[in-house]
């Protein structure tokens, strides 16, 4: 069986990643921004696994454990954060919620 | 030792139990704090008289005040026959007006106040004189200065009161610069600041000169004057004296006790310490010879057409001041301290009877208000006649003793001003007579020329003030009699007692000479006497002829010879003027609030733009990090 060459794993992890920016860039809904977050840590995820695979080297593995770990506490205080906007604000729209202006 | 550190530090103790519980607690009762505390005082200070006649000095230091380098200062006592004859003075003072002071202030709002900064004063007073070094003269001469400008100021709540007050502290200000710098001369001559060994090396500057300026400076001359500027400022001498007539705003016990038995005699005490260095300077010693002859003549004059009793006393003293230094600059230290001692009691005396008048007057100053207050008041008549003889230099009186004295080691001395200073000095013993026997006639013989609501009122004071004036009135009496001189069959006790430490001159002049001086000094005050007696007694309306016949001269004297308006526009406004002008206009205005407010106006500037970057809005914030990645990036891959 023929291994899937590295480069391909990097050109599949850039690409996630530039569509998590792209997509955090454009999209003006809340939640759509938030996934686009969860993204970018995956695409990073994808080219942590693909050198450790490459390398032979677990501790790479090790860190996309904690990246997931972390990800998920994220997610979990990221959300409460968004319901709590949502609830004072009743929109999702993110140029609605601009009180930080200098 | 323990024992005399009980003479400076219980009038602290009752300065700190009145000032702390005073307001609260203590209130009407104040004076037995204090008066307790002086009185012990005076207790230990005559066992230390005793001590010092049976020969026991003591020159030890408490503890390390101040240590820098090789500079040294010590907590430190010196007790030698000056330092008990100071001691003896201040206490017996002090503690006769502490007494005198319950009636006088009975019923005042500050009473406690009063009381705390008495005996703040007598502490201050006490550590000037008990002083081993000069850093802690100077520190109870600025805290005497202190004490003086809390007391003028007393009424603070009158104007001319709290202006007395700042014009008392800042024209020593003048004086104390120049005793500020001497210190520093002498530590930097001697490297040390202790009177024994700057004392004890005197002689060997000697002929130094040091260069002032382009000019070659006697260090001594340089040293002595120094320390003179401060005594002309302390004691209220020509041409710093314009703050001792204004300082009579302050209570009359205060004017007794601070204005003329104690603290304006600093300076005389301050000569006479540093004597050693002043030998060595003819300079200086005429210069101190001549400032107090022409102070004594100048105040006299003044004193004998003001209106104010307080007032003339106050010139009385100004004059008076000028004989201690009369005879320290002819070198004859011993009668200058035997003169301060004397006028300490009859000096104090006269205030003390003034203030029983005011009392008796309602607060009334003006003496052309008065007259006649003989048989209302028979103990004040009594005692002030006592003094103003005394002062006069009647013969058996304590001021003939040591004014005599002072103008026979004038006249006799090897002072090169010798003579000149004698001449004065006898003008003014007429003048003295003059203007202290017209108070006397003015104030209490005649008709009483006031209104009849004041004529009901006119009492004798409470016995707690008349007893202090007939105890003070012994000593204006018989203070001299410890110094009566060898002419008169005397041991001239008091000068021999501070030989050791002052030196003990004789005059070179045969003894009938002597007698001859003491005559003339004798029928002068006389003289000065029988001329009021029939200016003011037998012809009542001479002196308005006179003073209508010389006006002009009526007018300068009247008006202090316009040396307040003098001082007015040569130095205070001046100083009013730059202060607005150029501190607040230029410096303040241009410089300091244009940094000031110059700082925080930029950095609002660069905020003000810095600021439109923060838009609020999420995304421009995540395209400017997306970019700056991406700069990092690309300048990573292209290096």
């Avoid at chain 1, 969860?38 to 860190?63: K, T």
């Avoid at chain 2, 006799?412 to 007579?433: E, H, M, Q, R």
């Avoid at chain 2, 002049?509 to 029939?534: D, H, K, N, P, R």
């Avoid at chain 2, 003011?536 to 002196?543: A, E, F, G, Q």
Wanted: with cysteine; net charge positive.
């Amino acid at each position: 069986m023929m291994a899937v060459p590295l480069n391909w794993y990097l050109i599949l992890s850039a690409v996630v990643f530039s569509i998590g920016i792209f997509g955090f860039l454009t999209r003006k809904n809340i939640i759509i921004m938030f996934l686009s977050i969860e993204l970018m840590l995956n695409g990073v995820n994808i080219s942590l696994i693909a050198f450790s695979h490459y390398l032979q080297d677990l501790r790479g593995q090790v860190f996309v454990f904690f990246i997931i770990a972390v990800a998920a506490a994220e997610a979990a205080i990221g959300l409460a954060i968004i319901m709590a906007l949502f609830r004072n604000k009743s929109t999702a729209h993110v140029d609605e919620m601009s009180e930080m202006k200098g | 030792m323990n024992g005399y550190l009980l003479i400076p530090f219980l009038p602290l103790a009752a300065f700190v139990v009145n000032i702390l519980l005073g307001r609260r607690f203590i209130r009407g009762k104040a004076h037995w704090v204090s008066i307790a505390a002086v009185a012990a005082s005076w207790v230990v200070s005559v066992a230390t008289l005793i001590d010092v006649m049976s020969g026991k000095t003591l020159d030890r230091n408490l503890y390390t005040w101040i240590l820098s380098g090789h500079f040294t200062v010590s907590v430190g006592f010196l007790i030698d026959q000056l330092t008990a004859v100071m001691l003896i003075v201040v206490t017996t003072c002090s503690t006769l007006i502490h007494i005198y002071s319950v009636g006088y202030m009975h019923g005042d709002d500050g009473y406690y106040r009063f009381f705390s900064y008495l005996s703040l004063f007598t502490f201050c007073m006490l550590m000037l004189v008990m002083s081993n070094n000069f850093m802690q003269l100077y520190f109870g001469w600025e805290g005497v200065g202190l004490c003086s400008y809390f007391l003028i100021g007393y009424y603070f709540r009158k104007k001319s009161a709290s202006d007395a007050g700042k014009k008392a502290f800042i024209v020593n200000r003048f004086g104390d610069f120049g005793f500020g710098l001497g210190i520093i001369v002498i530590f930097l001559t001697f490297g040390t600041v202790y009177y024994a060994p700057v004392f004890s090396h005197a002689g060997e500057i000697a002929g130094r000169t040091v260069n002032l300026l382009g000019h070659n400076v006697s260090l001594a001359t340089l040293i002595a004057l120094l320390l003179f500027c401060g005594s002309v400022g302390k004691s209220a001498q020509l041409p710093l004296h314009v703050w001792l007539p204004d300082a009579m705003e302050g209570p009359t016990p205060v004017s007794a006790l601070i204005h003329a038995a104690t603290m304006v005699t600093a300076g005389v005490f301050l000569v006479a310490r540093c004597h050693a260095i002043f030998d060595l300077s003819e300079t200086a010693l005429s210069v101190v010879a001549i400032i107090g002859a022409l102070t004594c003549l100048f105040a006299a004059t003044i004193a004998i057409v003001q209106n104010d009793i307080k007032r003339i006393i106050a010139y009385s003293t100004i004059s008076q001041l000028g004989y201690m230094f009369i005879a320290c600059g002819v070198g004859a230290y011993g009668a200058g301290i035997f003169h301060l001692y004397t006028h300490a009691f009859f000096k104090a005396l006269l205030f003390l009877c003034a203030g029983s008048v005011m009392h008796a007057m309602a607060g009334e100053l003006d003496m052309r208000k008065m007259g006649g207050l003989k048989k209302y008041m028979p103990v004040t008549y009594m005692t002030m006649l006592l003094a103003s003889l005394s002062i006069s230099g009647v013969p058996g009186f304590a001021g003939f003793f040591s004014k005599d004295e002072i103008l026979w080691l004038a006249y006799s001395g090897s002072s090169p001003v010798g003579k000149f200073v004698w001449l004065i000095g006898t003008i003014v013993v007429f003048l003295t007579a003059f203007y202290s026997f017209r108070l006397i006639f003015v104030t209490f013989h005649g008709k009483f020329r006031g209104t009849h609501e004041q004529e009901h009122h006119l009492h004798e004071s409470p016995k707690v003030m008349t007893i202090p004036l007939i105890l003070l009135c012994v000593g204006a009496v018989g203070a001299g009699w410890v110094g009566i001189p060898h002419l008169l069959g005397g041991g001239a006790h008091f000068t021999e007692f501070l030989g050791p430490v002052l030196g003990n001159p004789e005059g070179h002049g045969t003894v009938s000479q002597e007698w001859l001086m003491m005559a003339i000094s004798i029928i002068t005050g006389l003289a000065g006497i029988g001329f009021a007696y029939f200016m003011y007694v037998m012809r009542t309306d001479l002196p308005e002829k006179v003073a209508e016949q010389f006006r002009l001269i009526y007018r300068l004297l009247f008006n202090k010879y316009y040396i307040d308006e003098i001082y007015s526009y040569l130095i205070v406004r001046p100083t009013i003027w730059a202060a607005g002008n150029i501190l607040i206009g230029v410096t303040d205005r241009h410089i300091i609030e244009a940094v000031v407010n110059g700082v925080p106006e930029a950095i609002g500037g660069i905020s003000r733009r810095l600021r439109r970057v923060q838009t609020g809005l999420l995304q421009n914030y995540a395209a400017i990090m997306a970019t700056g990645a991406l700069i990092i990036v690309a300048l990573m891959l292209l290096r």
